[in-house]
Structure formats: C-alpha cells, structure tokens
C-alpha cells in the first residue's frame, strides 16, 4: 500500500509544478468598460451599464487536486509514521490536519517526521488497513455449516469456506482453531459459539466468533430456519472460550 | 487672504476637507495606528473577483486600436456578516446580470458561499469555529497554517474585522513568548522558532495598535486620556490639606494620623467632617459659626 502511494505522490509532483492561483470564487469581468480617463486623475463617474458583469467562471464548482501532507503518526486506513500521503483536501483538513496527526509537506517536517531506525525495527502494523481488517472480522458472527450426515471433524478449511462465503478470502495458515478437537454431527453443537483467531499479515489477531449450524443435503431432514439467527445470544461450545465470550460480551454486543 | 485661515498658505490650491485623522479625537491618534489604516484601507488588495491585467497597453480586439489598460475596480461591499467571519478576501458584488441581449438588465448580488469550519492557531493553542469560504481554507493550505495564513498576509487582504483580532492577539502572544504553551516547553521553543520572524516588522506600539477599527480606536485613546488625568476634585485636596495642616499646628481634634488610616474610605470622610464640624463648635466665641448657616446650632 505505501508503495502505491510513492507512485501516485511521483506522479503528482509534476502536477503540482503547474499549480494556478488560489481563486475559489465568483470570478467576473465588465459587459461595458469604462471610458478612458486622463491619467493621474480620477476615473469617470461609473454608469449603471458599468456595473453589469459577466460570470468568466465559478472556481467553487471545481475539483480540488489532492493534498499532501507528512503523517505524524500512523493512521488506521492511511498510513504509517513519516509518509507522504497524497488525499482530497476537506478529508486531509477534518481528519488529519486538526487533530494533529498529520503535517504540511515542507521538507523540514519531512525529516522531522521520518521514522528513525529503532522504530523501523520495531514494527507495530504491517499495513496502514491491516486494524481495518481486525475490526470488520471482530464484528461479525460466522455461520460455520457442517454436514448433518455425514461425521466430520472441524479443520481450517471449513473455516475458510465459510469466512469465504461471508465475503473474506483468507488462507489456511492464518486461521487456528481451539486446541480441543470439535466433532460432529451432534445436534448439541447446533447454534454453539466459539472462537478462533485470524492472523492478518503474520502480525495482527483478530478473534472470530464462529457459530456451528447443522445441514443437510436432503431438505426435509433440514433444520427449521431462525430469523436473523446471529443476532440472538448463543451458548458457549467450549469450556475454556466459556470465559472468553462472557468477557467480550461485556464488552461489545455481538451482532 | 489665505494667510489668514487655519490651512494657511495650503489654501491657495483650494480648500481640502479635513480627514479622520485631522479633527477632534482622530487627530491624537498615535502613528502606529495610522500605519495599520494605511495598510487596512489604502493599500490595493490582491485581485479576487477579477483577473488582473498585466500589460500595460492591449490591441482592441475589433479595430486593433492600441489603447492603454486602466483597470477601475468593481466596488465591493463588506457586510457585517464579513467581519464576523475570515471570508479570505472575499466580498459581496452588488451589479447587474444581462441575461438576454432583448431584456432589460437584472440586478443581481454575488455572495460567496460560506461554510462554518474550524482553525487551529499553534501560538494561541486553540481551536476556533468560525464561518470561511473555500478559499480562506485554500489560503491556509498554501501558507502551511492559519498562523501563517494571518501573519503572512496584509489587513486588506484578509478583510475581516475578526482576523485582525486575532492577528493582533497572535502578534502579542508571541511578543511574551507563547504563554499558551507554557505546559510544553520543547514545543513552545519550536512555535517561537518558526513565527518569530514575523514580529520584525512591528514595533510593540505598533502591535498594541493593529487590528482596531477607527471606533475601536477612538474608544482605546479615550480611556487611555482618561487614565492620564485623574480628576481630583478640589473639595478633597483642600480638606485634607487643611487637616494637614491642623495637624502640624498640634491641634487634638484634627486627630491622629495612624488610625485614620485604618479607617474604609467613607467612614474617612465622615471622620472628616465631624473633626471639622467639633472644630467649628468648639470655637463657640468664633464669628464665622454664627454665619455659617450648617454649622451646629449652640444649645
């Protein structure tokens, strides 16, 4: 992602060179000039003819280019420490540059603002919408659907799918799963809650609540369907998420 | 005939109305101030609403006749509503639209389109909400900061009552040193790095002067006038005075000065009265107490 910025910000250096005066209103000329006056005296008396005008252009109506500015520290969803990042000016203005996160590129603040070798090393995010990421998964409940008939024995991969089917793509590495072994079918499972963490980029966990659902190929054997089943409270499968679902849900309520 | 008026020998080029800084209050005003009108009302603001004309001759486009440029600016009007926002140097243009070559003109106002934002001053270490245009916000970008944006720019190009308030009080908090940001002294020092610059073209009067309106002004001499001169009112000097004097001469009733002094101000000038009136009384054989038509009767 910052390597995508530094390509647009190279782009935009060549914009900026051509920058026009800042002229964001009415801009207007006379229908009627005046008559000539003698020079070192006082212009004639105007007419009313003199005052009619005509618009040349109305610069609010126009499309801002982008800002620039140095970020302070990192931001969730747009950068680290000592980035450049190049965004529409009212978003840069209320959300960056009043709260005091982000600076005016000058190339003081540049290097006031650089991230020094000790903080490279330390690395705290691996990307600008990896938190974003963390979020969206931490606030939603997964509808894991196993079979009905058939034994199985929950795997990541059924994680996957299903995390699939909710519109994330992830890979089997970074999904894990309690250490206790979850068997089925046993319809004592059905619409039990559980937790497994999802690592985002090898550095951020997000913990994923994840609800068993039983299913069946033949539809009269399937169970009767609950409205919006996930906005209901759900018994805890495991012993030991027992404790981690009660703290949580003091928390925030699950949606 | 012309030595004999006021204007003098002037006269001769015909008479010359004085001006606001010519007669009664105005005329004290200190140079500081008119140094500020100067720059608020007689300097040529930056071109806003029209786009300025370089060249100092142009081809008329139909007869290719040379003629020279004499820009007369639009007149401008400066609302109320404009002081008490920072509108970047814009302004209200009251004129006409021809709309179609066969109808008559219609009068038309062009008002800038106003939004209510929020600056942030670094020296003050605050945040305002004030009513801006687009452009005010543009200007601030482009000057890396409102501070910059107030101190970098002239009065007549900020145009706004409100802005040279807070430019003045921006100026006199720098003059002590950013006592806004006592809490935080590495940051303070950077603040006074990067804006003391600015205080190199105004002397502290010319500070304490900038940013008035001529009312404002007007009110600022007078209570400094009034400061100067405390009226005293003879009543009170003479009195004590004489008591002063009663004293010296060893005089009992006039008192002692110790526990007078302890006294609040209004017991004090009882105090003084009755000393004055046990005074009268006591010399019962003195003509002046029969005369004197307050004094106490004699029992």
């Keep these: 992602m910052i390597n995508i910025c530094k390509t647009q910000l190279n782009l935009l250096k060549s914009a900026n060179s051509v920058q026009q005066q800042v002229r964001t209103t009415f801009v207007l000329k006379r229908k009627y000039e005046p008559l000539l006056h003698k020079t070192n005296e006082k212009p004639r008396r105007l007419r009313a003819k003199h005052f009619i005008y005509e618009l040349v252009e109305d610069t609010q109506v126009k499309k801002r280019p982008n800002m620039e500015v140095v970020l302070k520290t990192f931001v969730e969803g747009v950068g680290d420490k000592g980035d450049v990042v190049s965004m529409k000016p009212h978003f840069v203005y209320n959300k960056l540059l009043l709260p005091g996160l982000a600076t005016y590129k000058t190339p003081e603040n540049i290097v006031k603002y650089s991230k020094t070798e000790a903080e490279k090393s330390t690395v705290q995010h691996s990307s600008a919408y990896a938190q974003r990421t963390v979020t969206m998964l931490e606030s939603i409940v997964l509808a894991v659907i196993m079979?009905?008939?058939?034994?199985?024995?929950?795997?990541?991969?059924?994680?996957?799918?299903?995390?699939r089917k909710a519109g994330f793509h992830c890979k089997e590495e970074c999904i894990t799963l309690p250490k206790e072994s979850i068997e089925g079918p046993d319809l004592l499972k059905e619409n039990k809650e559980f937790n497994c963490t999802i690592t985002i980029n090898k550095l951020e966990q997000a913990t994923l609540k994840c609800r068993i659902h039983h299913w069946s190929t033949d539809p009269s054997e399937r169970l009767p369907y609950v409205l919006e089943h996930w906005k209901l409270p759900a018994e805890p499968l495991l012993d030991r998420s027992q404790m981690e679902v009660s703290t949580t849900d003091g928390q925030q309520p699950i949606i | 005939m012309a030595h004999a008026t006021p204007q003098g020998v002037k006269l001769l080029?015909?008479?010359?109305?004085?001006?606001?800084?010519?007669?009664g209050l105005g005329a004290q005003l200190p140079d500081a101030y008119k140094k500020f009108w100067r720059e608020w009302k007689l300097t040529k603001p930056a071109a806003v609403h029209y786009i300025p004309k370089e060249s100092e001759w142009e081809r008329d486009e139909v007869t290719n006749a040379i003629k020279p440029v004499q820009s007369v600016p639009f007149p401008l009007i400066d609302t109320p509503e404009s002081h008490q926002g920072i509108w970047g140097g814009e302004a209200v243009i009251k004129g006409f639209q021809k709309r179609q070559p066969t109808k008559r003109r219609v009068p038309h106002f062009w008002v800038p389109t106003l939004r209510r934002s929020v600056v942030h001053s670094q020296v003050l270490n605050e945040y305002v909400s004030v009513v801006v245009t687009e452009r005010t916000l543009e200007q601030i970008h482009e000057c890396h900061g409102f501070d910059h944006?107030?101190?970098?720019?002239?009065?007549?190009?900020?145009?706004?009552?409100?802005?040279?308030?807070m430019k003045r009080k921006i100026l006199?908090?720098?003059?002590?040193?950013?006592?806004?940001?006592?809490?935080?002294?590495?940051?303070?020092n950077e603040v006074l790095k990067e804006y003391t610059p600015y205080l190199a073209s105004y002397t502290s009067e010319e500070i304490d002067w900038y940013g008035h309106?001529?009312?404002?002004?007007?009110?600022?001499?007078?209570?400094?006038?009034?400061?100067?001169?405390?009226v005293l009112p003879h009543?009170?000097?003479?009195?004590?005075?004489?008591?002063?004097?009663?004293?010296?001469?060893?005089?009992?009733?006039?008192?002692?000065?110790?526990?007078?002094?302890?006294i609040s101000h209004s017991d004090h000038k009882d105090a003084d009265i009755d000393a004055l009136t046990k005074l009268e009384s006591s010399a019962s054989s003195s003509w002046l107490s029969k005369i004197n038509p307050f004094g106490k009767k004699e029992t």
């Design chain 1, 147 to 163: 079979n009905k008939d058939e034994p199985w024995v929950l795997e990541p991969w059924h994680i996957k799918a299903s995390l």
């Design chain 2, 235 to 262: 009543k009170v000097e003479f009195r004590s005075k004489l008591i002063e004097r009663l004293r010296e001469a060893g005089i009992s009733e006039a008192g002692k000065k110790d526990p007078r002094d302890s």
């Design chain 2, 172 to 188: 006199k908090s720098l003059q002590l040193g950013c006592p806004a940001l006592s809490a935080e002294p590495n940051h303070q």
């Design chain 2, 149 to 165: 944006y107030l101190l970098k720019n002239l009065a007549c190009d900020l145009r706004s009552a409100l802005a040279l308030k």
């Design chain 2, 13 to 23: 080029n015909g008479f010359k109305r004085p001006n606001r800084f010519e007669k």
């Design chain 2, 213 to 230: 309106t001529y009312l404002e002004a007007i009110r600022k001499l007078q209570n400094q006038l009034r400061a100067a001169e405390k």
